[in-house]
């Protein structure tokens, strides 16, 4: 696709999305690093149900490193995966201890030097917690209106996220991480998008999909 068709989807979608944002909640870098991990496979509502008692408690990295992994498994079984989760959430809070002095880095390649945190938990992270993004998630909205759209015909996340970087000057980045995700919620989502009040109808490949 080119330059000028996909951004003016962006535009069409900033209108429809006037105030699309992130809905993770949380107050410190290390705090959007644990609802990060905590959502994967998860509805970031889970996780907003979740998270509050639990950075009420145990606000900081070092209350992660002291936690005993049982307490931090019971505490967030409800996001599901919650063994893998509080195993890896125990790893990133000793390495960035360890590492990076207690402080969550600001880099992709040290974000996912940590345990649980791949490329796209990154890149949420730089956007989030440092309003710094460095590229695109793509999460599976991003990933399924890329496709039907038109702006990748990839399936690999890592090959999608290089498609939207080619098309999208950096000043997008915001928007379009925030506005797939929400245009894959409210319209075109997975099993029955309602493309006859799709907002981008007149410029996807896939209307009447
Ligand atoms: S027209 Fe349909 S398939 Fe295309 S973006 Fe809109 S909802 Fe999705």
Not at 154 to 167: N, R
């Amino acid at each position: 696709m080119n330059k000028d068709k996909a951004i003016l989807i962006i535009q069409k979608l900033k209108n429809y999305y006037p105030d699309a944002k992130c809905s993770l909640d949380f107050e410190t870098p290390f705090q959007m690093l644990v609802a990060v991990v905590l959502s994967a496979q998860c509805t970031d509502e889970r996780v907003n149900k979740t998270t509050p008692s639990i950075f009420s408690k145990y606000p900081t990295v070092y209350d992660f490193d002291k936690m005993e992994l049982s307490t931090l498994e019971e505490l967030i079984h409800p996001c599901g995966f919650y063994k893998n989760k509080a195993k890896n959430l125990k790893a990133a809070a000793r390495t960035i201890i360890e590492r990076y002095g207690g402080e969550v880095p600001q880099s992709m390649d040290e974000l996912m030097s940590i345990p649980g945190v791949g490329r796209k938990s990154a890149n949420v992270i730089m956007l989030e917690a440092f309003h710094n993004p460095q590229g695109i998630a793509v999460d599976t909205h991003a990933k399924r209106i890329s496709n039907r759209v038109g702006f990748s015909n990839e399936s690999d996340p890592l090959k999608i996220e290089q498609d939207l970087l080619k098309v999208f000057p950096k000043e997008y980045y915001y928007d379009v991480n925030h506005l797939l995700v929400w245009h894959g919620r409210n319209i075109c989502n997975s099993r029955s998008p309602k493309c006859d009040e799709c907002p981008i109808k007149d410029l996807c490949e896939n209307f009447n999909f």
